[in-house]
């Protein structure tokens, strides 16, 4: 039994259950469930070249059962039902020796052909504001800042309440990976809104030339950016939604 091709680095079909170490395949003993195969390949850097790990995961019912690390370069079990696969691939040379060598046929290989893709991708994110309570009775608004369907991972996400900077009841959500190389992220703000005051969220990406600023409220005003005195406008009051489009900036806002 063989997960790596020898000679071409392909993968070869998993086998559908755990085996032992002569190879008889261990009858699961629920009637339906899920078993997973992982390969992964993770970079500790931007050229591909340096600290390459190759990882080799086995699941059961989405709890990881076994698994090979190229820096251990041995297949370890992780609960019981992985000790008969683990004791089997580590008896089996060949596999043992296909593992090991995925770091530089397998990882690096199409590091490098996709690579230049991976590094290249600007997607602009899409950003959006919605107001909600947790008490209606109380006075006290919840400002949830949404940017979605953005890449490269790394984001900047700010609110600003009447042209300044919110540091008060600001709450950072974990960043999602949301499919399609695509990533998520929430940024909330709590606050008891007085008549006139605007708010707005500024995100910063790679994608875009200047910030998008977002702002909610009863009025657009002039709000301070990331290198320029320039905002975006939003939509007033409501749900307010923007992309990366004109700008109308003030000169001498203070930043």
Known sequence: MQRWGAESGEKLPLPSCACSPSGRILAPSARRFLYQWKAECRFSNATGREQVRFLDRDFYDRTEIMRFDSARGRYEALTPLGEPSAEY?????????????????????????????????????????????????????????????????????????????????????????????????????????????VYACQVAHASLQTPITVQWGTALLPLPSVGHSCALGGSVGGLGEGKEGPKVCWEGWPR
């Open 89 to 197: 691939f580590n008896s089996r040379k060949e596999a043992l020796e296909n593992a090991r060598a995925a770091v530089e046929r397998f990882c690096r290989h199409n590091y490098a052909i996709d690579g230049p893709f991976a590094h290249g991708r600007r997607v602009q994110p899409a950003v959006t504001i919605s107001p909600t309570k947790d008490n209606p009775l109380s006075p006290r608004t919840l400002l949830l800042c949404t940017a979605a369907s953005f890449y490269p991972r790394e984001i900047e996400v700010r609110w600003l309440k009447n042209g300044l900077w919110a540091t008060e009841g600001v709450f950072y959500g974990e960043d999602l990976h949301i499919g399609d190389w695509m990533y998520q992220t929430q940024v909330m703000l709590e606050d008891t809104p007085q008549r006139g005051d």
